[in-house]
């Protein structure tokens, strides 16, 4: 499984940006998929997750209430829509896939079998 992410760039606080990322095979369903971000010197930490039904969505607290993710199946893409970005947020985003995380997983990076390149989201104060 191959993950392209794309959809980062430079945004004014309290804009707005939608991250995609679409994968490659067919077992794109079946994955539980997540999005974490990870600033130079810094852990990756988890922002958000989504089971591979979509009815099950998890986020981190800093980030509740202004991202949503969601799934589309038939096009093998997760998005990230992101509200009310902050200069906090700024950051490389990651997608990653993972076929066998169970709910206490989501928010672990090592849960996760395959990763997207990165996209930069820059938030302007």
């Known amino acids: 499984v191959q993950l392209q992410a794309c959809g980062g760039g430079l945004v004014q606080a309290g804009g707005s940006l939608r991250l995609s990322c679409a994968a490659s095979g067919r077992t794109f369903s079946t994955y539980t998929m997540g999005w974490f971000r990870q600033a130079p010197g810094k852990e990756r930490e988890f922002v958000a997750g989504?089971?591979?039904?979509?009815?099950?969505?998890y986020y981190r607290d800093s980030v509740k209430g202004r991202f949503t993710v969601s799934r589309d199946n038939a096009k093998n893409t997760v998005y990230l829509q992101m509200n009310s970005l902050k200069p906090e947020d700024t950051t490389v985003y990651y997608c990653?896939?993972?076929?066998?995380?169970?709910?206490?997983?989501?928010?672990?990076?090592?849960?996760?079998?395959?990763w997207g390149q990165g996209t930069l989201v820059t938030v302007s104060s």
């Open positions: 990653a896939g993972g076929a066998r995380v169970i709910t206490v997983q989501v928010m672990a990076p090592s849960a996760y079998d395959y």
């Open positions: 989504i089971k591979r039904g979509g009815g099950s969505t």
